[in-house]
């Protein structure tokens, strides 16, 4: 089945600087999202992306679709506090309307 | 004001026990979905409804019922609770009327624990 492999696990970081983290997997995607979780919290949409290469940005987060279909990344410029949190990709399975596969996340860590 | 809400937001039961966690949405959205999410292994999905005839297992469903009661509400049953389902509990909804029929939304969550 697919499976997406999210990296980094963790991430800690000072206060300013850039953070990069992606999801790759082996399988075709139609669709990537990227989610961020507070503590306690349920996840919320970052981004969606539909199209392979496709580049979007929200604030200081960008996020692209691999042309390959089977990646995706998220960079986030300029870090602060406030963006400590856990950061999932999810993707739409080619062949699927609804299914979606969770990468595991990547905890950030702000240092201020 | 939540789009998608969760009652309650923290239970602990006792093995044995009925549970049920209920999700109502305000987003007018059709379709709506359970997940759970555990450490090391992020969300996975146990039911999921396109409407409120349809209703569907995910890939975790042994254990757990649904019900659809309106386009708004959706209900997680566990009718006989048992430790290993101690977990967060994730409703999500997204529309299928849109182009952005992939993006689903989440609401906060309920912790659950049995002992």
């Known amino acids: 089945g697919q499976q997406l492999n999210q990296s980094p696990q963790s991430m800690f970081i000072q206060e300013g600087e850039d953070v990069s983290m992606n999801c790759t997997s082996s399988s075709i995607f139609n669709t990537w999202l990227w989610y961020k979780q507070d503590p306690g919290e349920g996840p919320v949409l970052l981004i969606a992306l539909y199209k392979a290469g496709e580049l979007t940005s929200n604030g200081r987060l960008t996020a692209q679709f691999g042309i390959t279909r089977k990646d995706s990344f998220l960079n986030i410029s300029a870090s602060i506090p406030s963006d400590v949190g856990i950061y999932f990709c999810a993707g739409q399975p080619r062949g699927s309307n609804y299914k979606l596969t969770f990468g595991k996340g990547t905890l950030l860590t702000v240092n201020p | 004001d939540a789009d998608v809400t969760q009652t309650p937001r923290n239970r602990i039961t006792k093995t044995g026990k009925r549970i049920m966690l209920e999700c109502s949405q305000t987003k007018g959205h059709d379709r709506m979905y359970w997940y759970r999410q555990d450490p090391g292994l992020g969300l996975r999905l146990i039911y999921y409804s396109f409407d409120v005839k349809d209703i569907n297992k995910g890939e975790i469903s042994d254990g757990y019922s649904v019900s659809r009661q309106a386009q708004a509400k959706f209900s997680l049953s566990l009718e006989s609770a048992i430790p290993n389902q101690t977990a967060l509990y994730f409703c999500?909804?997204?529309?299928?009327?849109?182009?952005?029929?992939?993006?689903?939304?989440f609401g906060p969550g309920t912790r659950l624990t049995v002992l």
């Open positions: 999500a909804t997204s529309d299928s009327g849109r182009s952005s029929y992939n993006e689903q939304f």
